[in-house]
């Protein structure tokens, strides 16, 4: 039996459980009249034995789906020809992929001999029988968890305090979750950031202003050591920023303005989901529409104007960039200017104030700490856009501030040095973790500032 048909058939089986707790916690209490005899509701009861009925089950399920795999592959190798079993780690890796491959239908790399066949019969024949086992031990101790949890059912059993605290639990374990993989992330980058800097010095990583990772595999070939300086990536991943929310901050804070304040409520309810639209598109197809379209008009624009003007320009790509992250603006400014109280607004018509008046000096201050927020989020997602960059804005690591010559950033340099087969004890490949690193920092302090404007100026109106 598959695992995902086991789950289907254990929800199942919490769904009867919940109804048989239900009906023996009525019972217990002598009839539907003395429900007050009981501590908690008859539902809690449901969900009391429901739980007890899936929760150590999935958790076995977990368990041993999680260990099958090392188990079978152990038995398979014992029962292999001393010759097979004698092969190096290596090989024996290769010959156990094959095996695996053949049992299930997929091409292998070489012929099958007689070994690997019997081997793969006997994987086939170890896994069914662990999928019956598994099957059978999971749904005896899901039957036994429904008895054990109906006759613990009585007038005084606290079942909506012990349903709430396995609730709890298992909220602190979602966050639990979040918590180590966000860290788990956070030490890969910055064990393989380290390995990099064991092989470039760090001040030229931070105050480089030339960056070509091209180095040669050996010593003895031309190129040997590339230039790893940062400082070209990150001036031209802020250049292109800076054009993405000159475009998107005025236009996204100016229909948020009109849509709260200004439009009707029919009005609203057709342009909000319109503009909103925009954050839907995937960013490829912005990068299509900024190499195909903006990126040649602007060039055609600078050049019937005397400037000279690259095929892939900085301009191109953040035009591009700055439309696509307006929903993200509109939307945040629009939640933070609903956000003040309508007794505000009230209170500055009463004193003669006009609807211009009232947005510029009581509205827009009121809702200024959620907007620098929010412009401060939007600037962390224009850093971290790779797509449009890739196609619009080319790969050059051009320090310059002159938003019509070509430049690249940190994310398309992290793509372009982790593409294809690499090595990884090289400073090239390795130089993406350090970019990674650097580019977590910068977010993280952008974040940072976000939240303490908002907490710093947030002001309580009651």
Known sequence: MQPTTLVILLLIL???????????????????????????????????????????????????????????????????????????????????NDLKNLAEGNIVSGEVSPALRAGADHYLSLQQTAAAAMAVVVLVIAVAGVSFAMKLISPKLRARNRVEGVVKVLLIFCSSI??????????????????FFNMVPFMEFFFGTEWSPQTAIRSDQVGSSGAFGMIP??????????????????????????????????????????????????????????????????????????????????????????????????????????????????????????????????????????????????????IGETMIVVMAAGLSANLTANPLESVTTVTVQIVTLLVGDQEFDSAKTLAAFALGLMLFVVTLILNVIALHVVRKYREQYE
Request: charge should be neutral; hydrophobic fraction near 55%.
């Open 178 to 195: 979040a918590i180590v993989t966000t860290l788990g992330i956070v030490l890969s980058v910055l064990f393989e950031a380290i390995r």
């Open 233 to 382: 990536l990150f001036a031209g991943t802020m250049l292109i920023s800076l054009i993405a929310m000159t475009v998107a901050v005025p236009i996204g804070l100016m229909s948020a303005i009109y849509l709260s304040e200004y439009a009707s409520s029919r009005m609203r309810a057709y342009a909000k989901p319109a503009l909103e639209v925009l954050a839907g598109i995937p960013t490829v197809v912005y990068g299509f529409f900024a190499a195909l379209t903006v990126a040649p008009f602007v060039r055609n624009v600078g050049e019937s104007m005397g400037l000279e003007v690259s095929s892939e320009s900085a301009l191109a790509a953040g035009l591009v960039m700055g439309i696509m992250i307006i929903p993200f603006v509109s939307s945040l400014s629009d939640d933070v200017i609903n956000a003040v109280p309508q007794s505000m607004r009230d209170a500055s018509y009463g004193v003669g104030a006009t609807r211009s008046e009232t947005i510029t000096r009581v509205i827009f201050p009121a809702a200024l700490p959620g907007i620098v927020g929010g412009i401060l989020l939007a600037v962390s997602r224009a």
């Open 14 to 96: 919490m769904a009867i459980a919940y109804q048989f707790g239900m009906r023996r916690s009525v019972a217990v209490a002598g009839g539907p009249k003395n429900l007050r005899s009981l501590h908690s509701r008859p539902n809690y009861y449901g969900y009391y034995t429901a739980i007890w009925a899936g929760l150590p089950a999935l958790i076995v399920v977990g368990l041993w789906a999680a260990m099958q795999g090392n188990f079978i592959i152990d038995l398979v190798i014992a029962d292999l020809p001393p010759d097979v079993r004698s092969l190096p780690p290596e090989r024996l890796g290769l010959w156990l």
